[in-house]
T-cell receptor, first 112, second 115 residues
């Protein structure tokens, strides 16, 4: 079962920040949150991940609440090429390895 | 360049036939994964492998089989026992030695259609 819930879809104006929320209220203390995006019929692309601190890289920022029950992915200046499905994922440790549990994702449409 | 190669990209199969999807990586990654994606849905885990000659069932393993005889290769067989095999199949790998990061790298997928 998915450990994350996300809105089904969102729109964002080009050049504005896109803020994509994710709820992971059952996350355990050592489970990381990962974000991926998928452009139609391609393999998902890694964006960013975090455990409890906020993270930033060249693609995005990840804000994780203090209780770790939710997070927000921020694309600071959305472009048309950012139109994709964004997945918030919890990485679960199991049997000496990790499982990455995907939810149904948020379909982000960036509007010109 | 390093990466993950899935083949074939498109595959058509008659009902009742087994088919094998190839996944090869030259990233020297230990862990490999197979996911299934249905239209408008997220990814569901079929099988995963931490090391050579070892693999575990994921959430929807029924009707599928895998092998991991080489580090670079993790083929998936969709058997005739799989009731609804038409889907988009994605293979991924991960550097298992980097436990605190270790993001998944995905191939471009194989789209299987059963006629």
């Amino acid at each position: 079962d998915a450990k994350t819930t996300q809105p089904t879809s969102m729109d964002c104006a080009e050049g504005r920040a896109a803020n994509l929320p994710c709820n992971h209220s059952t996350i355990s203390g050592n489970e990381y949150v990962y974000w991926y995006r998928q452009i139609h019929s391609q393999g998902p692309q890694y964006i960013i991940h975090g455990l409890k601190n906020n993270e930033t890289n060249e693609m995005a920022s990840l804000i994780i609440t203090e209780d770790r029950k939710s997070s927000t992915l921020i694309l600071p200046h959305a472009t048309l090429r950012d139109t994709a499905v964004y997945y918030c994922i919890v990485r679960v440790a199991t049997s000496g390895t990790y499982k990455y549990i995907f939810g149904t994702g948020t379909r982000l449409k960036v509007l010109a | 360049d390093g990466g993950i190669t899935q083949s074939p990209k498109y595959l058509f199969r008659k009902e009742g036939q087994n088919v094998t999807l190839s996944c090869e990586q030259n990233l020297n990654h230990d862990a490999m994964y197979w996911y299934r994606q249905d239209p408008g849905q997220g990814l569901r885990l079929i099988y995963y492998s931490q090391i050579v000659n070892d693999f575990q069932k994921g959430d929807i393993a029924e009707g599928y089989s895998v092998s991991r005889e080489k580090k670079e290769s993790f083929p998936l067989t969709v058997t005739s026992a799989q009731k609804n095999p038409t889907a988009f199949y994605l293979c991924a790998s991960r550097n298992a030695r980097r436990s605190n990061t270790g993001e998944l790298f995905f191939g471009e997928g194989s789209r299987l259609t059963v006629l």
